[in-house]
């Protein structure tokens, strides 16, 4: 995997429970997945914005056949991140049976099955 | 401006899982290239090499075939690798940096998985990606796959006509690995992976390799009466990951094609034969659609109406493609292979009758890196 620093933070801070976003200094863009580069701008080293709590839509999804069962990976278009730059996240609070491109998603953490936290998708007023 | 042309063409006998080491089905490929091009590798002087299993490939091959390169390119970005080699040995040819490229792929990828379980990694999953836990790459497609669906309707059988088609052709093909005719109803009766993909909206697992001989036109000539024309070459990425994709349903094929088409001077309406990468069903439907084959949206329909079907509209992936003839990992060399058999009149009996232009496009990481040839004979 190409890991990087950026990457080390965002998933630091959403295993303490406090997601956050790449955001840029210079022209205010939230983008993701974070990288060294604003992608709007070009400027160099963005800072970070909290993202417990951001709201989105949910713009296309695949559910996994995993071991332990049907997962569900969405990609969303999150209200406050630039348009073209996706969320993507496992996604909770459904069934598999019933997620549907366009539902209202809010960004989270929930534990990984290494009891890790990691930032997840919920969605709003689901069957779940 | 120097006209470039691709003189020879070779295809390794692959049986997997055999016993065959890359090296020695990369140098296969090599030498039936060479030969068909009338050439022996010392008369080669730029070598151009993709595989996901050898160390310092371009380096090795060239000592394995005894040839001392002065230009040399180990350029990967997955299934677009040797499309780009060509696109990059047209430069260099140009620039007189070298005259005879040599450009090889190989992969015992279906020997390695037998053997140990696990499939040589061509990529690896983008490290936000990995915090789900999800199938890759073929999560990545399928969300293409369903925002498709969401966006323009496209259809669960629309995607498995793709892959009946290229059965349809695999079925024409001796060479191919896949020689049964599938149906609707048995791509969705096959194992559920990550929807809307089934296990028959995936490419094969194969061993492979596949080389092609890039020189000037007037060397080709010479050397071989079958030579195929490169009218036009272009290359392109936009992102790496599905997240920093900006649109999932329109790709990098539209920036390649539009380039490619306009450096040749013809459109998309002159093409007789397309080889487009088919790792995924919707990968057809995205790549015409993004080529200009057919509008943006209606590219499940254009396949489901039989239009790149054997005696359809638009011959596409003659071979059998990704999903039916043979997938070693970066499967971007059989695109031009294959459209060099159609245009020498050497398919047999899946020969698109008349077929004088082609269009090669093959693709790398998730829809990532895009390089499109216009071909001619
Ligand atoms: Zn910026």
Redesign the pocket.
């Known amino acids: 995997m190409n890991s990087n620093a950026h990457f080390r933070h965002f998933a630091e801070r959403a295993a303490a429970g406090e997601p956050v976003l790449p955001q ?1 200094g ?2 205010q ?1 939230v983008f993701m997945p974070p990288r060294a580069v ?1 992608p ?4 160099p080293g963005p800072g970070w914005v909290p993202g417990a709590g951001a709201t989105g839509t949910l713009y296309s999804y695949t559910v996994v056949e995993s071991r332990e069962g049907p997962i569900i990976i969405g990609l969303a278009e999150l209200d406050m991140i630039t348009e073209g730059s996706k969320f993507y996240a496992s996604v909770l609070g459904i069934d598999a049976g019933d997620v549907a491109v366009g539902q209202r998603v809010r960004l989270d953490t929930a534990e990984n099955e290494d009891g890790v936290l990691v930032p997840v998708l919920m969605v709003e007023g689901g069957t779940k | 401006m120097t006209d470039v042309a691709l003189a020879g063409m070779g295809i390794a006998e692959t049986w997997a899982p055999g016993h065959r080491d890359t090296m020695d089905v990369m140098a296969d490929a090599a030498l039936k290239a060479l030969a068909d091009a009338g050439l022996r590798p010392g008369d080669v002087d730029g070598v151009f090499t993709a595989t996901a299993q050898v160390m310092l490939p371009t380096l090795a091959l060239s000592e394995y075939l005894g040839i001392q390169p002065r230009y040399l390119d180990s350029t990967v970005h997955g299934g677009a690798s040797n499309l780009s080699h060509i696109h990059h040995a047209i430069a260099a040819i140009r620039d007189g940096k070298c005259e005879v490229a040599l450009v090889v792929y190989g992969s015992t990828q279906r020997t390695a998985l037998k053997a140990s379980g696990s499939r040589p990694a061509v990529a690896s999953v983008p490290p936000v990606e990995s915090l789900a836990s999800p199938m890759f790459p073929i999560s990545s497609y399928a969300l293409m796959a369903q925002r498709h669906m969401a966006e323009f309707g496209t259809t669960r059988e629309q995607l498995s006509s793709v892959a009946v088609a290229a059965s349809r052709w695999g079925s024409l093909n001796p060479a191919a690995q896949r020689r049964d005719i599938l149906t609707h109803e048995e791509i969705v009766a096959s194992p559920k992976l990550s929807s809307p993909f089934h296990k028959l909206d995936c490419c094969l697992i194969t061993d492979g390799a596949g080389a092609v001989v890039v020189t000037t036109a007037e060397r080709a000539r010479k050397l071989n009466t079958k030579a195929v024309q490169i009218n036009a070459s272009a290359e392109f990425s936009g992102h790496e990951g599905v997240m920093a994709m900006k649109d999932l349903v329109r790709t990098g094929a539209s920036v390649t094609g539009r380039a490619a088409f306009e450096m040749a001077g013809i459109g998309p309406g002159d093409i007789d034969v397309a080889q487009v990468y088919d790792a995924f069903t919707i990968n057809t439907i995205l790549l015409l659609e993004d080529l200009g084959f057919c509008p943006k949206g209606e590219g499940g329909k254009f396949i489901a109406e039989g239009n790149i079907d054997p005696g359809g509209s638009l011959p596409t992936n003659t071979s059998g493609g990704g999903l039916s003839f043979s997938h070693p990992g970066m499967f971007g060399i059989y695109t031009v292979l294959e459209a060099m058999a159609q245009l020498r009149g050497e398919a047999g009996g899946r020969q698109v009758a008349n077929a004088r232009r082609a269009v090669a496009h093959g693709i790398g990481g998730t829809m990532s890196a895009h390089c499109t040839l216009v071909l001619s004979n």
């Open positions: 840029c210079s022209c863009a604003c709007e701008c070009g400027t």
